[in-house]
């Protein structure tokens, strides 16, 4: 299925066509089930579905252990982000350095999954 996507190319899409809708969708839904189908929707397309159909056509990945907190901190920095004018540089104090002291700890103990593992 996946055997010429190494030759494959992306075409280019002019600007005015662009649009971004990565965003998910929080609102607007009617019962609980439309939420719970969203839902198995988004899962069904998380990255350890298919990354391993990529194979060697894809630059390495790996994933970290999170706990609720690390992921509280993403929650934080992706919301300090969204001010305007926001940058790296203006995340609240310490939240870049706890991700990357995350990374090396995860690192520095092997505690990183590839998807080729």
């Given at each position: ?74 929650v934080d ?41």
């Amino acid at each position: 299925m996946l055997a010429g996507i190494g030759q494959m190319r992306l075409r280019e899409v002019p600007e005015i066509d662009k649009r971004d809708c990565s965003t998910p969708k929080l609102t607007g839904y009617a019962t609980e089930a439309d939420v719970g189908t969203y839902q198995n929707s988004v899962l069904d397309a998380n990255i350890e579905k298919w990354i391993d159909a990529l194979g060697d056509n894809t630059f390495p990945s790996a994933f970290l252990p999170l706990t609720e907190a690390h992921a509280q901190m993403f929650v934080d920095a992706y919301e300090a982000l969204q001010l305007p004018g926001a940058r790296l540089a203006t995340l609240p104090a310490g939240i870049l350095a706890q991700v990357r002291l995350r990374w090396r700890y995860c690192s520095s103990t092997k505690r990183i999954g590839t998807a080729r593992e």
